[in-house]
């Protein structure tokens, strides 16, 4: 293996590359006993990978134990002695060949006791000798010489303290000390730094030369002792921990990483860096932690991330983070939580991701305390000088993290960048999606979107006038996700006008399939049966509704299945003309015959079309249900949706329209708004042609769902009438998204639709059921007759309620 090899191996596998170098050497080691030592001594991720990077490039270590290396690689070769690694050596002193049990460290040196001391000047006799103590002014003192003071440092300390509150009690001082200085040495240096300065307990805290002062003060003065003062960071001004040295003061974390500023490498930020690569420069924590070396495979998920959580089983990336279950401070809700970092208090998930207008400020921002009912945003929660600054270009009060300005009005000039033509203005046509963007609810996400290179390419050529503004325009690129998201931002901001993507990519499948066909007389055939019979069948059934996903799906696999019905024509010298019975049987029986089902519907056709004859291929009857019911199984599963707020109300909500009403994800997806109705008493839902009343516990999700829906789109727009908006402006969740989400609360979707449909249709009768769920009256029979109900009863009970009511 390469020193390059080396080098990757020990970013990406720092540890397998350390247990090989070692095996190398020693072979008698246990491979499990090798890799549990490596393990404790490596540590985490950067400290594995130097030690990896430093063992690949001098190996030999492993043989001589000779410094220079750095403290790990000894603290490795003891561990592995200690393990019975006898081919290993251990480390030896780099001035006399000592062999070393424990070490001592100058640079990256390894040194016994007798050779690690540097002499120094003795402050007291002058001589040269090994530094045995230092004086109260911090100056060395030999072993001769030591700097007495007879006095006890906690009578010394309390003098110090009466001088400031006269009534300070001695005991209070004394635990106070022991508390701030364990070492009886530290002691006597804390009562020297007070007796020379005794301003430090009065405000001047800042000045002290130990850290211990600072511990001191705080036990003091939260043990009542009068006129101690915490002191204040000298550079902010706050009175806060202030712990770092700089320039002969103590200062708060904030700034002295203010004073460590320095332009990432990589990003530009002005930040302070939190590491440096291999050149030396500096890097931001955001480059060092989307850093692909620094990815990795969360076990979740299974996809490579940057790493949230470390568990023993492998780490956990901030997706798939676990929270703890607690009680929103906001909402009141029991769900996940975290820790809000102005308040300290739990804020779910949907609190989290909420803008509403502040009750206090009336800006529409993020909550961050206060009720549902009266939210109250950051700065109004905590309205610090330091956590939230003006933004230098609108002026408003937000939590900038860079000099420069807010990321709305970064988004502004983003927007300016790409939507302004050549005279610098904005197109007319284009003017509505510039302020619909610039007014987004979600900044980062409207961010985030800008940031993707075919958006950004394509947005800036509509603005151009490079590409027209039309949905020609836009079918001429490559076919995407990005495209289709444009297209649906476009036409939420009325700079398209809608049309129906489903069918427009249906009838351009259907071209496609046509055209691309081997036979003059296929082609023919296809294109009646595809323009003139599926499409024109689904275009009535659609009622002028936009087409949805299964059933575009549907039309591809009934052309698919005459597609390879006629090319085993082709393959057999056969035409539909020619076409017989017992050539289609024997089409039926061969092994790869696919999609037959579907195949009998194009026959049928061909059929009533003249196209074939002498043909028989009757239609598959529905005989009922062919699984199993579980109705206990669904009945525990709507019970669990009913009364788990750890559920999100739209999953809570879909799960029990299909568990309750028989509805397909389909159909649920599709529901807007409108759909529910509220009156003084009830809430009702119309899923059908007779609104239904709900229950309690359901209505109450309902209304919620209506209340707090939230689209995933960047227009984020609050106006949508889909009661579950997809990711996509206007448009509302797939029904493949739905299905998905209920599969992921354990729904089984064509089991559980079946046993609720059973239920009800042993209930209710078929006319009900099919105007009350919205099915088609031959569905509702059949379910019917497969339930076995019977419904003269029914009539019978009917009547003796009219009369019952008719007066006598």
Known sequence: MTTVDYGDRAVAD???????????????????????????????????????????????VLRDGRSPAPRAIADLLIALRKAGALAISPPVCAECGKVLRTFHRRGQDWYCAVCSPVPELCASCGDSRTVASRDRLGQPRCLACPDTDQRDPFAVIHEVVTRVDPAADPQVVADAVRRSATNPGYRRRLAWALEAKPELLTGQGHLAPLRAVLRLIDQLHDAGVAGIVRPACPCC??????????????????????????????????????????????????????????????????????????????????????????????????????????????????????EVHCTVCGRFRDIHSGTADAPVCGPCTKPDAELWRACPTCGQAERLTTPGPCRRCTLKQRLDDLLTDGTGAVPPKLQALHDALVGTQRTATAMTWLSNTIVSTVLSDLASGRRPLAHEALDELPGSKAVEHIRSVLVAADALPPRDEQMVRLERHVKDLVTSHATPEGRQILHRYATWHLLRRLRRRSRGNDITHTQLNVVRVHLRAAVYLLDWLKDQDLTMASFRQSDLERWMTRDETQLQREAGHFVRWALAQKIARDLSFPAVKWNGPSQAM???????????????????????????????????????????????????????????????????????????????????????????????????????????????????????????????????????????????????????????????????????????????????
């Open 14 to 60: 720092p540890v397998g590359l350390m247990v090989d170098l070692i095996a190398a050497v020693d072979r008698r080691l246990d491979p499990g006993v090798l890799h549990a030592v490596v393990l404790g001594i490596a540590g985490g991720r950067a400290k594995s990978r130097r030690l990896a990077a430093a063992l690949a490039q001098r190996p030999e």
């Open 630 to 808: 579980d109705d206990d199984a669904r009945w525990a599963t709507a019970r669990r949706l009913l009364h788990d707020d750890t559920i999100r109300t739209e999953d809570r909500l879909a799960g029990l329209l299909l568990l309750l009403y028989a509805q397909w994800p389909a159909a649920i997806s599709r529901l807007t708004t409108a759909h529910i109705e509220k009156t003084d008493a009830t809430v009702r839902i119309r899923l059908g042609d007779i609104a239904v009343t709900l229950p309690g516990p359901v209505a109450e999700l309902a209304l919620e769902q209506v209340s707090a829906r939230r689209s995933h789109a960047v227009l984020a727009q609050t106006d949508s009438p889909w009661l579950f908006p997809g990711g996509q402006p206007g448009r509302p969740i797939s029904a493949w998204a739905m299905g998905e989400r209920l599969r992921k609360l354990g729904i089984r979707l064509a089991e559980t639709r079946s046993t609720a449909l059973f239920q009800l249709a042993t209930e209710l009768p078929a006319a009900i059921l099919a105007r009350t769920l919205g099915i088609h009256i031959t569905v509702a029979v059949k379910w019917q007759r497969a339930a076995a109900g019977d419904w003269g009863a029914y009539a019978a009970e009917i009547s003796r309620r009219q009369e019952a009511q008719e007066p006598t």
């Open 237 to 354: 001004h706050r009175v806060i921990l202030i712990d770092k040295p700089l320039d002969g003061q103590r200062v708060c974390r904030n700034c002295i990483a203010k004073s460590r500023i320095e332009e990432c490498s990589r990003c530009g930020a002005r930040r302070e860096p939190a590491t440096r690569d291999d050149q030396g420069r500096p890097l931001c924590p955001k480059c060092l932690i989307t850093d692909p070396a620094n990815l990795e495979t969360c076990i979740v998920c299974g996809r490579r991330r940057m790493v949230s959580n470390r568990t023993p089983n492998g780490p956990i990336c901030p997706n798939c983070r676990p929270l703890p279950t607690l009680t929103c401070s906001i909402c009141g809700r029991t769900a996940p939580c975290m820790l809000s970092k102005l308040t300290g208090q739990p804020r779910c998930g949907r609190c989290d991701q909420r």
